[in-house]
């Protein structure tokens, strides 16, 4: 069973930064990737980056471009998303979860496997 746990969320002021990670096991395929999400109270929830299962693909919504940077480290099945220059909209809980193994997107998200999902951090962007 595929699990994934999230952590480095926290309290930042704008323009900080903060590094979430995502490790998962328990899997028998490494045929996924991992996409980072994001829901805000009475919001959508969005998807906000995701890298391939090989980790040659990354992409991110135009949001966070130039800011966000998601990377894998596969001996420790751990997929970090580095986000600089917060900013207040960043607000949300941050979600991992398997994907497509190419991240195929549609329609503000991306493709997942199943409905595997790690339990949230919460990021909060305030002064």
């Known amino acids: 069973q595929l699990q994934l746990v999230e952590s480095g969320g926290g309290l930042v002021q704008p323009g900080g930064s903060l590094r979430l990670s995502c490790v998962a096991s328990?899997?028998?395929?490494?045929?996924?990737?991992i996409g980072w999400f994001r829901q805000a109270p009475g919001k959508e929830r969005e998807g906000v980056s995701c890298?391939?299962?090989?980790?040659?693909?990354?992409r991110y919504v135009d949001s966070v471009k130039g800011r966000f940077t998601i990377s894998r480290a596969n001996a420790k099945n751990t997929v970090y998303l580095q986000m600089n220059s917060l900013k207040p909209e960043d607000t949300a809980v941050y979600y991992c979860?398997?994907?497509?193994?190419?991240?195929?997107?549609?329609?503000?998200?991306?493709?997942?496997?199943?409905?595997?999902w790690g339990q949230g951090t919460q990021v909060t962007v305030s002064s």
């Open positions: 979860a398997a994907t497509e193994e190419e991240c195929t997107y549609a329609s503000g998200t991306y493709f997942l496997l199943g409905d595997y």
């Open positions: 328990g899997f028998t395929s490494d045929n996924f990737g």
């Open positions: 890298i391939s299962a090989s980790g040659g693909i990354t």
